[in-house]
């Protein structure tokens, strides 16, 4: 009987490459070059910097950094060879989902995409708007200081979208269900409106700088465009099971690959992605001993968590019991951390 533990693999999206993660390739991954060496090619020869040359400047630049076709990039480099960092003496990875941009990486980490084939899926789709952004995206909290759904605040937030959304030359739409948080994206008159309605709740909403309007209909130019220059011959069936933003899991033997070429250039570029349901899918059906948060950052592990709570898996019932659980048995192990990157990697 196998002492491994199981694991379930969440790849980050936009937002976790900041001034923090600067130098995170060089600092872990010297010995990765073979896949950076394949990223920066690629880069290279459509006219963009290379990650390890983005990852090595001296000083962060919000300006350069957070823009969509350095971002996604770096942040796949980064997660990717987190993913490769992973003792498989240690672990069974049964599945992997990501959220957002997540998503193209976790397809990468289970093969979905060759390495050649996965950085031009996520440089196309991070260079989409680099001429110019179309519509923004802003986070709000739906859940009170333990982590737990507060259902009249959601409804409220739901209901203010769709009103809103209504209302002539505004477009406002719920873009991810992050669990403890909302992300809600749209056109500058509908964002303004929504900032102007909602009840402040400390510093929220905040607004997501250098983000379009992901997951939202305003991008179904982009969808379009993606379909016709990036061909389904290019996705395999994944190695390892995949769950996706509604949810559903791709199996390693029963994936239609146009069906994941489809979803991926066209539901999840238009329609809301639903971490949340994700995560809960990950939970119940896979059953994992932990979860691996690939770096850089941490932003996800406050969702995965809230998603325990919500389910009380294990008796996680709060945060207040999922930091003491963290302390001596931790269920959620992010890459991002020096102290919990040491928990899984080989060396």
């Known amino acids: 009987m196998s002492n491994k533990q199981r694991a379930v693999i969440i790849c980050p999206g936009r937002g976790c490459y900041n001034k923090e993660q600067l130098g995170y390739l060089s600092q872990y991954h010297a ?63 049964c599945a992997i989902s990501g959220n957002s941009m997540g998503w193209y990486i976790a397809l990468a980490a289970a093969q979905a995409l060759s390495p050649d084939h996965a950085i031009e899926v996520i440089n196309t789709m991070g260079a989409a708007m680099e001429d110019k952004l179309i519509g923004g995206q802003l986070i709000y909290p739906v859940t009170d200081e333990e982590w737990i759904t507060k259902p009249s605040q959601r409804s409220a937030v739901l209901a203010t979208i769709e009103r809103i959304n209504s209302l002539d030359a505004h477009e406002l739409y719920l873009s991810i269900d992050l669990g403890p948080f909302l992300v809600i994206a749209g ?18 909403p905040i607004r997501l700088v250098n983000h379009g309007a992901f997951h939202t209909p305003m991008l179904r130019g982009i969808s379009n465009n993606a379909l016709e220059q990036l061909p389904a011959v290019m996705f395999n069936k994944p190695s390892v099971p995949l769950i996706d933003g509604n949810g559903k899991v791709w199996s390693p033997y029963a994936t239609d690959t146009k069906a994941l070429h489809q979803y991926t250039l066209d539901n999840q570029v238009c329609d809301p992605y639903y971490f949340n349901r994700a995560v809960d899918v990950a939970i119940k059906e896979f059953a994992p001993d932990v979860f691996i948060v690939l770096g850089p950052g941490n932003s996800l ?4 968590a809230q998603r325990l709570i919500e389910l009380n898996w294990q008796g996680i019932n709060s945060k207040s019991a999922f930091i003491e659980r963290q302390k001596n048995n931790p269920i959620i192990i992010a890459m991002g951390m020096p102290a919990q990157r040491q928990l899984v990697t080989i060396d």
């Open 187 to 204: 056109c500058a008159n509908g964002l303004k409106q929504f900032e102007k309605e909602i009840e402040k709740i400390d510093n929220y």
């Open 301 to 304: 592990s406050s969702s995965v």
């Open 31 to 93: 010995d990765k070059q073979q896949i950076i060496r394949t990223i920066d090619t690629f880069r290279q020869q459509q006219g963009f910097q290379g990650v390890s040359e983005l990852d090595a400047m001296e000083r962060f630049s919000p300006a350069t950094h957070t823009k969509g076709e350095h971002a996604s990039a770096l942040i796949y480099a980064c997660a990717i060879s987190d993913k490769e960092a992973i003792d498989l003496e240690q672990y069974d990875i």
